[in-house]
């Protein structure tokens, strides 16, 4: 089985402020593990992924994921958010067989103040 | 390229009716997963194809289907709609399984009256 887990249901920065999402996971085996955003009614949008090499991984709008094996956490970063940031991040992970499904964990909401 | 498309984007249906998503992937993409998104819930997978198979299979009971055509265009249907059906249903669409980018597509809102 795999899963995903994303601790905190909200995170409220200021803008200017270092932004951080936490996700940990649970696989068997070495995981694929991505970051989506989620803007108000609508789909999902790729932010990164790792698959494998660098542990630290850079994606769209200046966002960051730093994959830590020892502690099966992939959180995602940003230096200095943007009041534009404020979203719904959803973390996931994938097991390297064609049989293990995409997991999403349940969301982290997170707004940058003014 | 175009990304993925839904239809139709919106639907209102009453208990026990059926209903049939549209999703059309990425030029090139070969593989759809279908999402179905609620406060409750969360995000959970329904059914997972490739070249027209079904790979995977998430934990919905038999009222949910699908399937893949040639061209890698995916419908879903749901048949003798519930209340706890509505939902955002999602798609995805990615160039093969396991590693690959899943790119989404606007979802299809569904409200069962």
């Known amino acids: 089985a795999q899963s995903v887990a994303q601790p905190e249901d909200q995170v409220n920065v200021a803008e200017g402020n270092p932004l951080t999402v936490k996700c940990t996971y649970s696989?068997?085996?070495?995981?694929?593990l991505f970051w989506y955003v989620q803007y108000p009614n609508r789909g999902l949008q790729f932010l990164l992924k790792?698959?494998?090499?660098?542990?630290l991984v850079k994606g769209s709008y200046g966002f960051e994921a730093e994959f830590n094996k020892s502690q099966t956490s992939f959180h995602l970063k940003k230096p200095s958010a943007l009041v534009s940031d404020s979203a719904l991040y959803f973390c996931?992970?994938?097991?390297?067989?064609?049989?293990?499904?995409?997991?999403f964990g349940a969301g982290t909401t997170v707004t940058v103040r003014a | 390229k175009a990304g993925v498309t839904q239809t139709p984007r919106y639907l209102i249906k009453t208990r026990g009716q059926q209903v049939t998503l549209s999703c059309s992937p990425i030029?090139?993409?070969?593989?759809v997963s279908w999402y179905q998104q609620t406060p409750g819930q969360g995000l959970q997978f329904l059914f997972e194809?490739?070249?027209?198979?079904?790979?995977n299979k998430g934990n919905f009971p038999g009222r949910f289907s699908g399937r893949q055509f040639s061209n890698s265009r995916s419908e879903m249907n749901v048949s003798t709609l519930e209340l706890g059906d509505s939902a955002l249903y999602l798609c995805?669409?990615?160039?093969?399984?396991?590693?690959?980018?899943?790119?989404f597509g606007p979802g299809t809102r569904l409200l069962v009256l």
């Open positions: 030029s090139g993409h070969r593989s």
């Open positions: 996931a992970v994938r097991g390297r067989s064609n049989d293990y499904k995409l997991s």
């Open positions: 790792y698959i494998t090499g660098d542990n």
């Open positions: 696989v068997s085996g070495n995981p694929y």
């Open positions: 995805a669409s990615s160039l093969g399984l396991s590693g690959e980018t899943q790119y």
């Open positions: 194809y490739f070249s027209e198979t079904q790979r």
